[in-house]
């Protein structure tokens, strides 16, 4: 099992910046396949906004590409989403995931959540 807790959320006027944790308070993220930031804003479904492979391969939704950046530490046990030039449609509950192993082995761990609100 792994436990992921998330940190970083708050309030930030647009064009501000904001850098989210993720860290495995229990469990390592070393054997992760992929690790990737998700965002649920009100009335909307979840989103994936990054994710980043074993490989150090990283993916951005078009809205965010060029403003926000995903990083992995494996020797602190943490993921990082760097957000900048904020817009108000940023505004979410951030969550962070981890998919590990494959096939019938294969296992998915998500985090409490993050608020990002960011005002205009």
């Known amino acids: 099992q792994v436990q992921l807790v998330e940190s970083g959320g708050g309030l930030v006027q647009a064009g501000g910046s904001l850098r989210l944790s993720c860290t495995a308070a229990?469990?390592?993220?070393?054997?992760?396949?992929?690790m990737g930031w998700y965002r649920q804003a009100p009335g909307k479904q979840r989103e994936l906004v990054a994710f980043?492979?074993?490989?150090?391969?990283?993916t951005y939704v078009d809205s965010v590409k060029g403003r926000f950046t995903i990083s992995r530490d494996n020797t602190k046990n943490t993921l990082y989403l760097l957000m900048s030039s904020l817009k108000p449609e940023d505004t979410a509950v951030y969550y962070c995931?981890?998919?590990?192993?494959?096939?019938?082995?294969?296992?998915?761990?998500w985090g409490q959540g993050t608020q990002v609100t960011v005002s205009s």
């Open positions: 229990s469990g390592s993220i070393f054997s992760a396949n992929t």
């Open positions: 995931n981890l998919k590990q192993g494959s096939g019938f082995m294969s296992q998915e761990f």
């Open positions: 980043t492979t074993s490989g150090s391969t990283t």
